[in-house]
């Protein structure tokens, strides 16, 4: 498997656990970090033995600070322009990247800005106590610029996130769990346990159901209701087509586990 210099990439059996390893730093993300989460995540999503994966930080201060302000400044002064920043969205999903694969964020710290931006491109996410949460931009001069005033009003009341993107004021993970911007808060030492947990639990389903199901959702919330409808009935005759939709069935008449083949 390839080697990277800023995050560590694993493969346990059925999940794939991406974690950014800038510590240091906070886990910012500089334009390298991005090129290799990137990577990575296009990894997972072409691995068909790869069902769910799993995003983190490094450490217990930090899931991700965002944008790597000190790596900016430095090519700002070296005069390179926004090319320098590379082809890969920041954070290697935040735009131009989809994958329907189940993504599960495990934040063990402080989740801001672009970091908050990452987490919100994933569909659970589990929060440790101590989390903290904020999309600063506009207390600095500039506005979210991977996502957030896209994904957050999407993923919480508007009113709620609209106060949050105009304050730039940081929330802790109570606050992110009353609003539903995560599912689960837990002890900093179960951050991780309870994302694979999770992922566990998820990789017990079918593959290819959990894609549709994936699909047919973030489509779905787009569309008046009776497209939707028409959608989800297009991904049902698409999954009744598979082997895992007759082995299904089959495991619970003889009261045995599925045994999924994802295809």
């Known amino acids: 498997m390839k080697s990277y210099d800023k995050i560590i990439y694993e493969k346990r059996e059925r999940i794939a656990i991406i974690t950014i390893n800038r510590p240091e730093r906070m886990n910012a993300i500089d334009p390298q970090t991005s090129a290799e989460l990137h990577d990575a995540w296009c990894d997972f999503r072409d691995d068909d033995e790869r069902w769910v994966a799993v995003l983190t930080g490094a450490g217990d201060r930090a899931f991700s600070a965002g944008n790597d302000l000190v790596a900016m400044s430095q090519m700002q002064q070296s005069g390179a322009g926004r090319e320098a920043y590379g082809s890969a969205p920041f954070g290697g999903i935040t735009r131009n990247f989809e994958c329907w694969k189940p993504m599960i964020a495990a934040i063990n710290g402080y989740c801001l800005a672009g970091g908050l931006e990452m987490a919100l491109c994933c569909d659970i996410r589990v929060?440790?106590?101590?989390?903290?949460?904020g999309l600063a931009e506009v207390t600095r001069g500039i506005i979210p610029g991977a996502g957030g005033t896209q994904r957050l009003p999407r993923a919480i009341p508007f009113g709620p996130a609209l106060e949050l993107l105009l304050t730039g004021d940081r929330f802790d993970a109570q606050w992110a769990f009353r609003y539903g911007l995560v599912n689960h808060v837990v002890p900093a030492d179960r951050v991780m346990p309870k994302a694979l947990e999770i992922?566990?639990?998820?990789?017990?389903?079918?593959?290819?159901?959990?894609r549709l199901v994936k699909e047919a959702a973030y489509k779905g919330l787009s569309m008046p209701l009776d497209e939707g409808l028409k959608l989800e009935i297009e991904q049902y005759r698409r999954v009744a087509q598979t082997e895992d939709s007759r082995e299904g069935p089959l495991a619970f008449a003889e009261k045995r586990k599925p045994v999924w083949k994802g295809r």
């Open 127 to 133: 929060a440790a106590e101590h989390a903290q949460f």
């Open 199 to 210: 992922a566990e639990r998820l990789c017990e389903n079918a593959p290819v159901s959990l």
